[in-house]
């Protein structure tokens, strides 16, 4: 028997209904598995919020605690230094400046998760307790003065290269199984070239000042360099143990290896750089960053003694403390491209035409701090 029109509707209507429930089913599992996925990212990223929340809270706590440890030791070692023998003197001073540098260390590996306001008052903490430490260390362990008076010699047309470079101090005789600790600084000098080798570097910290067109080249795994006030300067290091630290730059070029870098008040400058921590920028302007190319023969030993990680270099993370938006780059320094890599050879070899030919003197000064 054939089913009649009526039975052929109502099956028709069974199976609408039958689609019409699969269909609502489907827009009710599907709206439900997508609330699902929303409610999982939600709680991811309050997940990631609280244990970056928890991140920055432990470190706040943590840091503070060791920098008021390391200013009760400097404090207490003040108080009590009048019956401190030398020798335990000098041992609590490598101690607490050992403690100042794996804080420093501690604040750079932190630095992915914390703000650059927090990363510079931590750093202005760290400062504020090696300027604490260097005063102490001044104050009751007083270093003997010595005097060094710089030699003068007219630079003569492809003059070789050793006789360009700082007198050498004498030595100083040891007293009680001591030596005196040198530091050098380099002041006031013009148009001269300025070479300092590895006996005069390792270890050292070295300070220029007041250096207008020279050439100044370190040879040596540096304990750390200072810059203050130089214009149109090429100034060349091998690896520097701890930091480089450069204030009023002008027009010059700059090619270091450093575990830190900060620069302050500088333009139109140009630096090749290789650095293990997050480079620090603060009123700056004009500042061109490259990849650190400076060569000589001893840079791979430099490289071990000064502790280096020469496979990690950070040259293009750099903080901008005059500019905190995290979107938009900084308009104060920029990554050079199509840029031929200096030769470094022929730049030093044009310097000493150009004094040549203008008959100028080349003056060198070391002076004893």
């Not at 300092?196 to 040879?219: F, M, P, W, Y």
């Not at 140009?270 to 960053?289: F, K, N, P, S």
């Not at 500019?323 to 050079?336: A, E, F, G």
């Amino acid at each position: 028997m054939e089913p009649t029109s009526k039975q052929h509707e109502d099956s028709m209507d069974i199976v609408d209904a039958v689609a019409r429930k699969d269909f609502m089913l489907d827009r009710l599992n599907k709206r439900n598995k997508d609330r699902q996925n929303y409610l999982d990212v939600k709680l991811e990223q309050r997940s990631k919020e609280c244990a970056q929340n928890e991140g920055v809270d432990y470190f706040a706590q943590s840091f503070g605690q060791r920098a008021y440890d390391i200013e009760q030791r400097i404090g207490a070692m003040q108080l009590d230094s009048g019956d401190a023998p030398l020798p335990d003197l000098s041992k609590l001073f490598a101690d607490i400046t050992l403690q100042i540098q794996e804080l420093q260390r501690y604040l750079t590996v932190s630095t992915m998760f914390l703000s650059d306001y927090k990363i510079k008052s931590c750093q202005n903490a760290l400062n504020s307790l090696t300027s604490a430490c260097d005063e102490a260390r001044q104050r009751l362990m007083p270093k003997k003065k010595f005097g060094f008076s710089g030699k003068k010699s007219v630079v003569k047309h492809k003059l070789p290269l050793d006789l360009c470079k700082v007198d050498a101090p004498e030595k100083t005789p040891k007293t009680g199984g001591t030596s005196s600790a040198f530091t050098w600084t380099i002041s006031n000098q013009r148009n001269a070239h300025i070479v300092l080798r590895a006996e005069q570097v390792n270890g050292q910290d070295i300070t220029i000042s007041n250096v207008h067109k020279c050439l100044v080249e370190l040879q040596g795994h540096a304990g750390s360099v200072q810059v203050s006030n130089a214009s149109q300067c090429t100034l060349l290091c091998g690896p520097v143990a701890r930091s480089f630290f450069a204030e009023q730059l002008e027009r010059c070029t700059v090619a270091i290896a450093c575990q830190q870098l900060r620069l302050h008040s500088s333009q139109a400058t140009r630096i090749y750089l290789h650095v293990t921590c997050r480079a620090i920028i603060e009123d700056c302007r004009e500042i061109e960053i490259d990849v650190y190319n400076y060569d000589y023969a001893e840079l791979e030993a430099d490289y071990e003694q000064s502790g280096l990680n020469k496979s990690q270099n950070n040259y293009t993370d750099v903080a901008d403390f005059n500019w905190l938006s995290p979107d938009v780059h900084s308009p104060n320094w920029t990554l050079l491209k199509d840029h031929a890599a200096p030769n470094w050879s022929a730049v030093r070899r044009d310097f000493l035409n150009n004094i040549a030919s203008d008959g100028k003197d080349a003056v060198k000064d070391a002076t004893m701090i």
